[in-house]
């Protein structure tokens, strides 16, 4: 959808006729709720996707390393270590796009917790659930899915901050 198919709409709805001034303002602040819940979903999404293609690519290209070591073993807990390295990923993705912090200290702390959280849960439980496997070869590829999703979610997460910055100092933006 373009933003001139809803300009017509608003237009006429701006006009004189019957109706009150006050249909007027609850018709804006719809829109407006509207379009910040669209910006959320926008912010959250693309973000994921980006990160989600990027560990998906990494899993590609190790997937004959992770099964020329361990065999089947190695690409299973390859993957899992993705997995575990993905999905909060996705949660500090979403949680960089939320305005329930009070500060970027709070929301970084809040972002290292849920990563190191489940990163290091994942460790725990593999530990102490397959002693036998050899937890080593399943840290190895944890670390190496850790340090590329924190990569990619703080550039990610820097980009969305400049963009931020940039629509608040630009008032042409601001107005769009």
């Known amino acids: 959808m373009t933003s001139h198919s809803h300009k017509p709409e608003v237009e006429r709805q701006k006009e004189p ?19 910040k819940e669209a910006d959320l979903k926008h912010s959250f999404l693309r973000p994921a996707l980006n990160l989600t293609a990027v560990v998906a690519a990494a899993w590609a290209v190790c997937f004959w ?13 390859m993957t899992i ?7 909060p990923g996705w949660i500090v993705v979403f949680l960089g796009g939320l305005v329930i912090f009070p500060n970027d ?11 190191l959280v489940t ?7 593999v530990r102490d659930v ?13 670390i190496g899915f850790y340090l590329l999703a924190l990569f990619v979610e703080v550039s990610l997460l ?13 008032p042409k933006r601001q107005a769009a």
């Open 81 to 87: 270590a993705a997995i575990c390295c993905l999905v």
């Open 119 to 125: 990163a290091g849960a994942a460790a725990l439980i």
């Open 17 to 35: 006729h019957v109706g009150s001034s006050s249909d007027t303002v609850e018709i804006s602040d719809q829109q407006i709720r509207l379009q």
């Open 65 to 77: 390393p992770a099964r020329g070591l361990n065999g089947e073993a190695g690409v299973y807990w």
């Open 158 to 170: 820097q980009s969305a901050s400049a963009s931020d910055r940039r629509t608040a100092t630009d």
């Open 105 to 115: 200290l709070a929301a970084m702390l809040a972002q290292m917790a849920v990563r």
């Open 130 to 142: 397959y002693p036998s496997f050899g937890p080593d070869v399943f840290l190895g590829w944890l």
